[in-house]
């Protein structure tokens, strides 16, 4: 989920329930579960990091 408001990307991997959460580098947050399967993976300060034009044209396919 791209949210613009917030600049800031967040990616869901699996419903699993999320037991833990790692700053991996400044502004990017991996979600592990209970066996240490990353279940989601956030973004901040998107824009910034790769440049609104790159971000303005991100699409994403939900199945």
């Known amino acids: 989920m791209l949210d613009r408001e ?3 990307l ?3 991997l699996s419903e699993a329930e ?3 959460s790692e700053e991996v580098a400044p502004g990017v947050i991996v979600d592990y579960d209970a066996t240490g399967a990353v279940v989601a993976l956030e973004v901040l300060k998107l824009a910034s990091r790769f440049g609104e034009a790159t971000v ?5 396919d939900a199945d």
């Open 6 to 8: 917030a600049d800031a």
């Open 10 to 12: 967040y990616v869901r």
């Open 18 to 20: 999320i037991v833990e």
């Open 56 to 60: 303005s044209s991100l699409q994403f």
